[in-house]
């Protein structure tokens, strides 16, 4: 369901603004796991999450006023970030005594039945405007994203507290801004990239000082 809203969140607004709200989610996730898994964490260290949520608010609200942005699109962003929180919460008690490969091969097929019932129920006239260029980039979204992309992201739980994991993506946004600016020439203004530096920057002091408090 994740990657179900974040796709449909995708084709209605701009990258950066979907990527920079998905990114919040460390805000969510680092509390959320110090209640749930007694994971060590100090509330005075999400004091810089303020500077990730003010940079946020730069980029939504100084968006290119080309027609891609809409509020409706960040909507379905936000629902896909809770659907992402709850996945890196739930998963970590899933793969407890598990191998990585039992998970995923437990995941990807709910996964798929999930996507096709969403599909036949809400698009289903989309399903046939298929062409061979499309079932390349499914193919590469299917095996780099959602089979090796989250196959490390479960391993990586065996090794790295949950907070932590969701805050090493902050790298994300940044990466998908400048592909999107360079393979699909879409525009993005000045105010905007310090917006984005903010989110980065709040979410790097968060990591910083969450790591200090652990130690």
Not at 82 to 108: H, K, P
Not at 179 to 201: E, K, T, Y
Not at 205 to 212: A, P
């Amino acid at each position: 369901m994740n990657l179900v809203l974040f796709f449909t969140g995708v084709t209605k607004t701009t990258i950066a603004s979907a990527e920079f709200t998905g990114a919040l989610t460390p805000l969510f996730v680092v509390p959320l796991a110090a209640v749930l898994f007694h994971e060590k964490v100090r509330l005075a260290s999400f004091s810089f999450g303020l500077v990730s949520l003010a940079g946020l608010a730069v980029v939504l609200f100084n968006a290119p006023s080309n027609g891609e942005f809409s509020w409706r699109g960040v909507a379905w962003i936000a629902c896909a970030l809770v659907m992402w929180t709850t996945y890196l919460l739930t998963s970590r008690t899933l793969r407890q005594g598990r191998s990585v490969a039992t998970v995923m091969a437990s995941i990807t097929p709910v996964a798929t039945l999930v996507t096709l019932v969403v599909g036949l129920v809400f698009v289903r006239h989309d399903l046939t405007a298929i062409t061979w260029r499309s079932v390349v980039f499914i193919t590469l979204l299917a095996a780099l994203t959602g089979t090796i992309a989250h196959g490390l992201m479960v391993f990586a739980q065996r090794l790295v507290p949950i907070g932590v994991i969701s805050m090493l993506q902050v790298s994300q946004p940044g990466l998908s801004v400048l592909w999107s600016v360079w393979f699909l020439s879409s525009s993005v203004r000045p105010i905007q990239l310090v917006g984005m530096a903010m989110v980065v920057l709040g979410l790097v002091l968060v990591t910083i000082q969450t790591q200090r408090d652990r130690d």
